[in-house]
């Protein structure tokens, strides 16, 4: 009885575990947050262009001001896109370019 429970309650954490992004999924308030909470693919997109983000964050030399602002203008267009799975993907793409190339 104990295996089975303990079974299963690792087969309930696996999905969980197997999505990762850069904001915890149980405050997700907005259409786009539960979407990409949902999807694998979104999911990585999203720690991608966080991980991308960061790093160009913090190799800037002078104020991080315009690349904030940036952001959260960013934010504002994906936020957007609701729970249009092409739409969101299609934002983070764009932002990945916009940041490799900052």
Known sequence: MLVRTLITAAALLLPAAASAQSFNCRYARFADE????????LSRLDERMSRIFYETRNDIDGTRDELDADQDAWLRTRRSCGRDDACIEDAYRDRIRELRAY
Do not use: H, T, W, Y
């Open 34 to 41: 539960v979407a990409i909470c949902q999807s694998p693919l």
